[in-house]
């Protein structure tokens, strides 16, 4: 059975710092990947996907993420946070044959 | 484009009262969803269809009952309301899930049982 991990809660940043938002995925075949951003009393939006090609994906509002196959990570990141990416952070997998599934979700605080 | 509609956007039910939410889109997508968010649970899918006419259940369907007579449109009921029914519903929408792509979603609808 698939399955998706977002090992943080609750990620800090200082507006202007780097920032990363972790995802680890279990998958039988080839995965693809999503993240989504959910602002306050919102749906969720698409921010980026992977499903096959370069590791790095570029997306929406600055964010990339990198699709580590030997780590089954699928990290969120972005070089120089804005205070206006405080949000719920959702990754999510799905495969072939199979429904995409969400992980529990990263709430990001950047501070100014 | 509205995207994806929800209604109501908020509600508040009586334990055993029974009603039906709303989502409606107006991008042609075949697949709709329904999810429920709750604290530290993250998104669980309730129901979904694959097309007009057909639907199919999620990861936690017990409780709830779904409809999608137009392509459109896609209900959610809950015939006997109950607390543990308390949350945050979602539709969504997509092209179709196995040619990945992402699904859109409405803005919700907060529900809370008495």
């Known amino acids: 059975a698939q399955s998706v991990a977002q090992p943080e809660d609750q990620v800090n940043v200082a507006e202007g710092n780097p920032l990363t938002v972790k995802c680890t995925y279990s998958?039988?075949?080839?995965?693809?990947l999503f993240w989504y951003v959910q602002y306050p009393n919102r749906g969720l939006q698409f921010l980026l996907k992977?499903?096959?090609?370069?590791?790095l994906v570029k997306g929406s509002y600055g964010f990339e993420a990198e699709f580590n196959k030997s780590q089954t990570s699928f990290h969120l990141k972005k070089p120089s946070a804005l205070v206006s990416d405080s949000a719920l952070y959702f990754c999510?997998?799905?495969?072939?044959?199979?429904?995409?599934?969400f992980g529990k979700g990263t709430r990001l605080h950047i501070l100014p | 484009n509205a995207g994806v509609t929800q209604t109501p956007k908020f509600r508040v039910l009586k334990t055993g009262q029974s009603m039906t939410l709303l989502c409606a889109q107006d991008?042609?997508?075949?697949?709709m969803y329904w999810y429920r968010q709750d604290p530290g649970m993250g998104l669980r899918l309730i129901h979904y269809?694959?097309?007009?006419?057909?639907?199919a259940k999620g990861e936690v369907p017990d409780g709830y009952n779904v409809s999608r007579l137009k392509k459109q449109n896609f209900l959610l009921g809950l015939e006997s309301a109950a607390p543990s029914q308390t949350s945050v519903y979602f539709c969504?929408?997509?092209?179709?899930?196995?040619?990945?792509?992402?699904?859109?979603f409405g803005d919700g609808t907060r529900l809370s049982i008495l």
């Open positions: 999510a997998v799905s495969s072939l044959d199979d429904k995409i599934i």
């Open positions: 992977y499903i096959t090609g370069d590791n």
């Open positions: 991008m042609n997508h075949e697949y």
């Open positions: 969504a929408s997509s092209r179709d899930f196995r040619d990945n792509q992402p699904q859109h």
């Open positions: 998958v039988s075949g080839n995965p693809y």
């Open positions: 269809s694959v097309g007009e006419g057909t639907t």
